[in-house]
Nanobody, 123 residues
Framework: VQLQASGGGLVQAGGSLRLSCEVS????????MAWFRQAAGKEREFVAA???????YYADPVKGRFTISRDNAKNTVYLQMNSLKAEDTAVYYC??????????????????WGQGTLVTVSS
């Protein structure tokens, strides 16, 4: 199983980016996907998740600005990021797994990770 994340880059505060994570070697339809991020000097933190049933979950700092979605036909999950802020600067990682609902925000609940894509928001 491989996850290929893309779409990161440099954007001004208030701008938008869309991250993509393509999964190969596993059909997404039965799995949950999530995005985490890690800023320099900080621990990895949960950003958003979408379960196999398409229910979505967000961290409070990104609620209302970020949208996670999935295309099972393309085996791809997306993270649309709007109204970006300097504090959104981080390496963003996608992950796949079968977490139970109470563990949806826990990184240890996901078994396979992408390589990360850097998002830099200039203020």
């Amino acid at each position: 199983v491989q996850l290929q994340a893309s779409g990161g880059g440099l954007v001004q505060a208030g701008g938008s980016l869309r991250l993509s994570c393509e999964v190969s070697g596993r059909l997404l339809i039965n799995y949950s996907m999530a995005w985490f991020r890690q800023a320099a000097g900080k621990e990895r933190e949960f950003v958003a998740a979408i379960r196999y049933n398409a229910y979505t979950y967000y961290a409070d700092p990104v609620k209302g600005r970020f949208t996670i979605s999935r295309d099972n036909a393309k085996n791809t999950v997306y993270l649309q990021m709007n109204s970006l802020k300097a504090e959104d600067t981080a390496v963003y990682y996608c992950a796949v797994g079968r977490p139970i609902l109470s563990e949806i925000r826990r990184s240890s609940a996901y078994d396979t990770w992408g390589q990360g894509t850097l998002v830099t928001v200039s203020s």
